[in-house]
Nanobody
């Protein structure tokens, strides 16, 4: 039913930029909040960023704040993560995830918890190395 297809990962040097994309199908995209998570080898899955259904609210992991920007285009059923000034510690598999919005629940409630999301993409590898 719901499919999330990620793209845009690759091998870059420190200080370079990448733009990750997540294309969704099988859902009304404007009814979902969307997030990016990442997982490095031997580490737990980590919240990176989230955006509300309208794009009006966003949240970021402290270590990426000011470097990464999340955005969405509901007309294209897509969410993006612009990553600038990449560091070696950003190396990980990046996943997009969605959850249906609930008007009774504030956007920021539980947005960093992977267990709250319904659908996940296959992941795209980001490697930052000199």
């Amino acid at each position: 039913q719901v499919q999330l297809v990620e793209s845009g990962g690759g091998l870059v040097q420190p200080g370079d930029s990448l733009r990750l994309s997540c294309a969704a199908s099988g859902l009304t995209f404007s009814s979902y909040n969307t997030a990016w998570f990442r997982q490095a080898p031997g580490k737990e899955r980590e919240f990176v960023s989230a955006i509300s259904w309208s794009g009006g609210s966003t949240s970021y992991l402290d270590s990426v704040k000011g470097r990464f920007t999340i955005s969405r285009d509901n007309a294209k059923n897509a969410v993006y993560l612009q990553m600038n000034s990449l560091k070696p510690e950003d190396t990980a598999v990046y996943y997009c995830a969605t959850k249906r919005r609930d008007p009774s629940v504030p956007f920021y409630s539980g947005i960093t918890l992977a267990s709250r999301y319904d659908s996940w993409g296959q992941g795209t590898q980001v490697t930052v190395s000199s």
